[in-house]
């Protein structure tokens, strides 16, 4: 069954725990975060004070996507907080298998985020371990971004291989994902879908969750 991922950043800042509330009663199955530090991305957007209070007040999992430079300085405590998705960026840290246990052992969800243009590949031989892969179909950064196609031979090419020995992993996809791109994204083997201007740019977040699931 798939999940729907609404990314907070498309909705209305000035109201967001309303904007929380709305969305879970529309039916979203985990909240997406997404921290930006304006060096890894060009963009920012907001970091652990807020996360924890958004923690709070939501009933459903949170999934925070670090886009920063040094997120190794953000692990211990998001696991202590019991976030439960957390990646980084396969771009942004050295020492992905250290930093991936400071996680798990927490009981936090693990997973690596791909741009667009690194391989799949890359994280192979730690596929074992990790609980989830993010791939991002845009550049990081913004919301509202086109998809980039590439990403449907990634999906195919990790799910053949977690099939075998990760068969648990969970694939996560992030950017541009629209009704247009959600059947074959699922067909491909994906697990998760962030959405943001799909279900934030529109009056209805129940019908465009919906949308999504079909
Ligand atoms: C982009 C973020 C995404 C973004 C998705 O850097 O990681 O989560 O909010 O927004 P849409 O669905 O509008 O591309
Ligand atoms: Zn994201």
């Given at each position: 069954m798939i999940k729907i991922a609404p990314s907070l950043l498309s909705a209305d800042f000035v109201r967001l725990e309303k904007e929380i509330n709305s969305i879970q009663k529309a039916g979203a199955d985990i909240l997406h975060l997404d921290v930006m530090d304006g060096h890894f991305v060009p963009n920012l957007t907001f970091g652990l004070p807020i996360i924890k209070q958004i923690k709070d007040i939501t009933q459903i999992p949170v999934d925070v996507h670090l886009m920063v430079t040094n997120p190794n300085v953000y692990l211990e405590t998001l696991g202590k907080w019991k976030i439960d998705y957390v990646s980084f960026h396969q771009e942004a840290e050295a020492h992905i298998h250290r930093q991936l246990k400071v996680l798990q052992k927490h009981g936090v969800k693990a997973g690596i985020a791909l741009n667009p243009a690194t391989p799949v590949e890359t994280i192979f031989p730690v596929i074992a371990e990790l609980d989830f892969v993010l791939i991002m179909?845009?550049?990081?950064?913004?919301?509202g971004q086109s998809f980039i196609p590439l990403v449907y031979d990634k999906i195919e090419k990790l799910r053949k291989l977690a099939d075998q020995v990760n068969p648990e992993l969970e694939i996560e996809v992030d950017g541009g994902v629209n009704n247009i791109n959600a059947p074959k994204l699922i067909s491909k083997g994906s697990d998760i879908l962030v959405a943001g201007s799909f279900v934030f740019g529109s009056d209805d977040y129940k019908k465009q969750i919906e949308i999504l699931k079909k």
């Open positions: 179909s845009v550049n990081p950064g913004f919301g």
